[in-house]
């Protein structure tokens, strides 16, 4: 049997971006405590699992967004805050920044909503990071919204009516 490698696209370096936390726009309690956080999370003790440096390189940016959103230290936080993050996110109004060339060689900034998907994301890690900050007893009415999930917004596709079909069918040339 053989064994895969798997060889890395980029080096991550950990370290460097753990040490990029005191320039969030969050607390200085919080600031303490994140890498603490995600040295916990690195060896598994917060999950059972050991995620690899990519996926805690994830998990950091969005617990970033959340935490730079509620703009308070998390043992201050209340229902309220954590209603106002899921109401964000329910109605896009949190969204994330890019730049975009134009044409004519300039550049715009453009916002863009935070996809559903991602949506999900944050809040996973944003609960996550509560429950082990304050614990899970005290984390529990915290949490209680962003645990709600939306239905999805599932659209049909537009299929063909037997009309189109059959002038589509009349207009081959091999029919």
Do not use: H
Request: glycine fraction near 4%; charged fraction near 30%.
């Amino acid at each position: 049997m053989t064994n895969n490698v798997k060889i890395p696209i980029r080096t991550i370096d950990l370290n460097k971006q753990l040490g990029n936390i005191k320039n969030w726009k969050i607390s200085e309690e919080d600031k303490k405590v994140v890498p603490q956080f995600f040295k916990e999370l690195q060896i598994g003790k917060i999950t059972g699992n050991q995620p690899s440096d990519g996926t805690i390189l994830i998990y950091l940016s969005y617990l970033r967004i959340a935490l730079e959103y509620m703009k308070k230290p998390t043992s201050k936080l209340t229902q309220k805050d954590t209603e106002n993050l899921s109401e964000a996110f329910l109605k896009n109004t949190l969204n994330w920044s890019f730049r975009k060339r134009v044409k004519n060689g300039e550049t715009i900034i453009q916002n863009q909503s935070y996809s559903e998907t991602g949506k999900i994301k944050i809040k996973n890690t944003t609960i996550l990071y509560l429950n082990w900050r304050l614990g899970e007893d005290k984390a529990a009415k915290l949490v209680k919204i962003l645990k709600v999930r939306p239905k999805l917004k599932q659209k049909s596709p537009d299929y063909l009516t037997e009309d189109q079909l059959e002038k589509l069918y009349k207009s081959c040339k091999n029919a």
